[in-house]
């Protein structure tokens, strides 16, 4: 790109000194507020150059972007334009104010300059350092109305409101960083702390980064993946496998974040991921992260983000600290496991995977206080089977323990899913059946006994609930029953008097 671009001398005999320290003073000490300097350093710019309008770029890697612009400028400002094709863009080299002939040089900010009736451009570098942040643009309709004479007066005012919006922008991003950890910080102390810690991970996720849209991913076998929290919206619920290319699978698969630029344009989006964020009234995503929330070596699963807007340097460095976030919901997530488990493991029987004794001596109590509030019935089976220590002594404890599985297996398959089969101890088991009466037991009972593998016998005692007895009471007579079973023959049940 060709342009005349010529500078100009300051001439001291003509600088009004007094006129220069106000102009100089008007920045360096206007309201502390980014925007209020922008516009102040403008005008004091139009009233030095007689120009009439101005504008302030600022260099965004690639491109500029017009912040304000005031007076016949002022059309351009919320401009952004590939510095490649503009004159304003090759200015990042510059130390001095340079003049720009309208007529004659070529760009896109020319051409705008020139639509709306400008015919100069007096480019102003604004400096940090040794680098060019930004350019203060002074245009005129007229070459010969510009002030010629005061240039580098112009770009010292420029430095000053240069310096003046540094130290405002340095400590507004200051404060925001101390803001954005403290609300990191505060969003660990919830993950931590919740009853829910991947829907919470979700929920300050979501908020940390602006994301329209964050859910919760984790296996629910070696091949398979589900959402189990969602955030933004409750999209329907999914699969997916690991063996269909995805970006989720890849960062669950890798350990790695996947961080796309550019949403629609992967080859990894599913189109029926498409279709369901559509579905539900979400605007297509323009970029997406996909950040694993791993233990040690680990995968737990993947905080999944859904963004409107292009990701941006601050974006990036918020996806860091939810990385550091999702290493806390890591933990919060393992020990949630962890407790389950243990939980699971205190309430079954580790031989059969069937409720223990205490759960059941709980699960008993629990149906005779509801049955107690509102009505029904409830009725106690106790199984035993016949011979067990015989079988025990042919075929050894690795066969009895096989036993006591099969048969667990093959009783549940008769019972409904609100009914309780509990391993008490031994060969001895337990089934609580809420709102059936001992007649509708003993249905159950010959369907378990019929279904005892190979020559074993079992044997049952029925008890149904009186309305007033204590749980041990019941028990008792339950038992009772079960002897009176094994006493008259085996292989049979028998009820409760």
Known sequence: MEQEITGSALRTSDVDIAGFQRWVDDVASCEPDVDHVRNVLLRTIIKM????????????????????????????????????????????????????????????????CRNVGLMTMLLVPLRRGRNTTGVILAAFEDSSARVDHIDELLQSVVQVGAARLEHLVTAAEREADERLLAAVAEAGRAVLTSDDPKQTLC??????????????????????????????AQLPAMRLHLDEPSLVGSAFLSGRAQIIHDYKRHPEVL?????????????????????PVRTGESTLGVICLLLDEPFVLRTMTILGLVGMLAAEAALAIDRDRLGRELERQASTDALTGVANRRTFAAHLSRELARINRSGGTVSLVLVDLDYFKDYNDEHGHLGGDMLLRTATSQWLKEMREVDLLARLGGDEFAVVLPDSTAEDAVVLCRRMLDSVPGAVTASAGIAQWDGHEDQPSLYRRCDEALYAAKNSGRGRAHIAS
């Open 203 to 232: 929920d300050r996720a979501r908020r940390l980064t602006g994301a329209a849209y964050a859910s919760f991913v984790e296996p629910v076998s070696k091949d398979e993946l589900v959402v189990v929290a969602q955030s933004g």
């Open 49 to 112: 150059s007689g120009a009439d309008g101005a504008a302030l770029f600022e260099i965004d890697r690639g491109e500029i972007v017009c912040p304000i612009g005031i007076g016949k400028c002022a059309p351009l400002q919320r401009f952004r334009l590939p510095r490649a094709d503009t004159v304003i863009g090759s200015m990042t080299t510059a130390h001095a104010p340079v003049v720009v002939d309208v007529t004659e040089a070529a760009g896109r900010d020319v051409e705008h």
């Open 271 to 291: 189109a029926r991921v498409v279709a369901l964020i559509s579905d539900a009234g979400l605007a297509e995503p323009g970029s997406a992260a996909y950040l």
